[in-house]
């Protein structure tokens, strides 16, 4: 199990348990809380609406070709803005915290 902390959109903080062996990422956990993140394409990297900010120093994967297409079209991106559809949930990741980003305009 690991714990991962997501800020929502009030600044409101969230402590998130999840296992690391069901393959779930980082937006689908945020809406198994029933955080407001909508993932509409279903986690393809279609869409930002999965955008958040990770604001620890949490070692992750690069981004791919698709997700950092969807960031060049994304609102409010920063240089630790990630899609959380693209964050596999793996044991290197407890204690990582993440701030949901502004929903588009």
């Known amino acids: 199990m690991i714990t991962i902390k997501v800020i929502d959109r009030e600044g409101k903080e969230h402590k998130l348990e999840t296992p690391t062996d069901m393959n779930l990422n980082l937006m689908e956990l945020c809406k198994a809380y029933e955080l407001p993140v909508e993932g509409t394409c279903g986690g393809m990297a279609l869409c930002s609406t999965c955008h958040v900010y990770v604001e620890s120093n949490t070692e992750l994967n690069e981004a791919n070709d698709d997700e950092e297409d969807m960031l060049d079209q994304a609102f409010f991106v920063e240089e630790n803005s990630r899609l ?5 949930l793996v044991d290197e990741m407890d204690g990582m915290v993440v701030r949901l980003a502004p929903e588009s305009l």
């Open 84 to 88: 959380g559809c693209q964050l596999k």
